[in-house]
Every structure is written in C-alpha cells, then in structure tokens.
C-alpha cells in the first residue's frame, strides 16, 4: 500500500524550529487531502504552544473525527532548540528517527504512542533528548528503510544507520545525497514504490560575539 508523505518545518518563538513529517496511508487525492487536513490542524495547534504530548493527543481526537476509519496517519513531531540542543518529541506510530552520536553510538527515539487516526482516546508520552555539535540527526518516510533488493531484502534501519555512519562529516546535502544513492544501489534500481524522504538536523554553536 502506497503512502502520501509530507515534511514541515516551521520557526517559532524563541528561535525554536518545529519539525513534523507524516505519513497518510492510502493512495491519491484522498490520502493528498488527508495531509492537507492534517497540516492545516497541526498549524493551529502550533499556535496554542501546546507541549508535545498534548499537541498530538489533541490532533488524534481531530483526525480520528474527520478521517475516514480506514485511514491512519504515522507522524513524528519534534520542537527543537538550536541554542541548548534540546529537542522535545513525540513519535506517533512513526519509524524512529537515528541520533548518530559523535562518539560512534547510534540512538532510536522512540517515546510518543500509536499512529493517529485509531483510537480516540489514545495519549502520548513526549520525549527528550540533548542534540550536540557532533552529532547527527535523522527522521525519514518508511520509503527509506523498505525499499527492496531484487531478492525482496529491505534496506532496513541498518543500511541508513550504515550510510549515516559512513557520511557523519560531509556537509546535510552531500549526506542526504549519499544516503539516497546508498537506496538506489540497494535496489538496483531508480525507481521505488514510495517517496524516499529525510531530514537531517545538525546543530551549530555560533562564533563568540567579536570573533
């Protein structure tokens, strides 16, 4: 089944950065709209300055109202604060993004709860973690991490784990692009049967004021 994926991100107060990127099950202009709907509540709620967990909690009970019943949407929700490092998150039923330490080690974020649209009442636990300036991070669409070799053998989080790791100093764009050929080679092929979509986050410590 073919999904609609959609990224945002978005500056708010205090040169923080929202970052969201969903995924609607569901194939065409229902699943298009779907995101729309989704992106346009999520906006709102931005506004209200909700923390983490009840910003999603609430968008549940919206997309559980208006979506079809048939339809769920993954999404992965972060606020991030580029002075201190520290990103708050939720992930609802979305693949767990990659925080490549500058030490070697590689962390899942996993806190948050189930994909949004299922149940209700459903709630959410929000995570947190401390982004350093030798660090890196990623969040990506399912596309990445199941695409297929010939033999039906997906590239997996290892294969993006394995291309992050192989990449860490290169500059964002040189390190999306290696991660995109790595995908290609792994499937022979350039074609995919979903979008292939990743952000990466790296955080800058500015130069001393008059240096």
């Given amino acids: ?16 950065l929202v970052i969201a990127l969903g995924d609607v099950a569901g194939k065409g202009s229902p699943a298009a ?8 509540m999520l906006r709102t709620l931005v506004d209200e300055k909700l923390e983490p967990a009840d910003l999603i909690t609430r968008l549940n009970v919206q997309v559980c109202r208006h979506a079809p019943g048939t339809r769920f949407i993954t999404l992965f929700y972060a606020v991030f604060d580029p002075r201190t490092g ?30 949004l649209g299922m149940f209700e009442h459903s709630t959410y636990t929000t995570g947190h973690v401390v982004i350093g300036p030798d660090d890196l991070f990623a969040v990506y669409s399912d596309g990445i991490t199941e695409a297929e070799d010939p033999k039906g053998i997906p590239f997996d989080e290892i294969g993006l784990e394995t291309a992050l790791k192989a990449n860490h100093h290169d500059s964002l764009s040189a390190i999306g ?15 995919f049967a979903d979008d292939l979509t990743i952000l990466l986050l790296r955080r800058t410590i500015p130069a001393p004021a008059g240096v």
């Fill in 33 to 40: 709209l779907l995101m729309a709907l989704l992106l346009a």
């Fill in 86 to 115: 520290n990103l708050t998150y939720v992930s609802a039923g979305h693949m767990p993004p990659l925080l490549l330490r500058g030490a070697g080690t590689c962390e899942r974020l996993t806190d948050g709860g189930i994909s």
């Fill in 1 to 16: 089944e073919l999904r609609r994926g959609e990224l945002e991100a978005l500056p708010i107060d205090e040169g923080r």
């Fill in 177 to 191: 692009a290696a991660v995109l050929r790595a995908v290609e080679r792994h499937t022979d092929e350039r074609r």
